[in-house]
């Protein structure tokens, strides 16, 4: 499982509250990245990191913010839930440089459901 | 921009038969393309990936072939079994941070 967890694996939060899901990696590798799933849109990229304190956003990235202070850890925050958030949340890494040329080694995910 | 489509959508076939899935990309500065397999309920993993320089490569059932001129790459299984039904990405990664997935193919392997 390349080392990777996510927390929470599910959560239920009520819209307008704020929620962070965690990635933490035990290997120390550069590059991590939050994507989220959807029917129909496959996966897509919301902000990724390619050190500590560096991060950049993705295609999806309006609503979410992320935080990087340590390399193990690389978190994702929706500062204000909304129903159209719900989704489910994969973080993912990279072993050697970036997914420009590497594949990605993907966790668990967090089926984040907001009412 | 940033365009990868994936097509069909979903796919069924016998088992024992091929299917192929195909991805055509906008960006030329692609130089790598890998395939996940994500089975019901489990998080995408890499099945087989190939970079811009060579042309096809195989691994036991399965194999992708690119095409860089026409800007497309496509995903070939054989001798489909029941266990191969999942959810298969293309991506067509363009720069650091810009993974690109395609929206996905189901396929059903049908005994």
């Known amino acids: 499982d390349a080392g990777i967890t996510q927390s929470p694996r599910h959560k239920v939060t009520e819209t307008g509250t704020p929620v962070t899901l965690r990635c933490h990696q035990t290997?120390?590798?550069?590059?991590m990245y939050w994507y989220r799933q959807d029917p129909g849109h496959g996966l897509r990229l919301i902000h990724y990191?390619?050190?500590?304190?560096?991060?950049d956003k993705g295609e999806v990235s309006d609503g979410y913010s992320v935080s990087r202070s340590k390399t193990e850890d690389f978190l994702l925050t929706l500062e204000s839930a909304t129903s159209s958030q719900t989704s489910v949340y994969f973080c993912a890494i990279s072993f050697k440089e970036s997914s420009y040329n590497s594949p990605l080694h993907f966790g668990n995910g967090t089926r984040l459901t907001v009412t | 921009g940033e365009n990868v489509e994936q097509h069909p959508s979903t796919l069924s076939v016998q088992e024992g038969d091929s299917a192929v899935i195909k991805c055509t990309y906008s960006d030329s500065a692609s130089n790598y393309f890998p395939w996940y397999k994500q089975e019901l309920g489990k998080r995408p993993q890499l099945i087989i990936d190939?970079?811009?320089?060579?042309g096809e490569k195989k691994d036991q059932r399965i194999a992708v072939t690119l095409n860089k001129t026409a800007k497309h790459f496509s995903l070939h299984i054989t001798e489909t079994q029941p266990e191969d039904s999942a959810v298969y990405f293309c991506a067509a990664p363009t720069r650091a941070g810009k993974s690109t997935f395609g929206d996905g193919t189901t396929l059903t392997v049908k005994p």
């Open positions: 290997e120390n590798h550069r590059y």
């Open positions: 190939i970079r811009s320089n060579v």
């Open positions: 990191s390619y050190g500590v304190k560096d991060t």
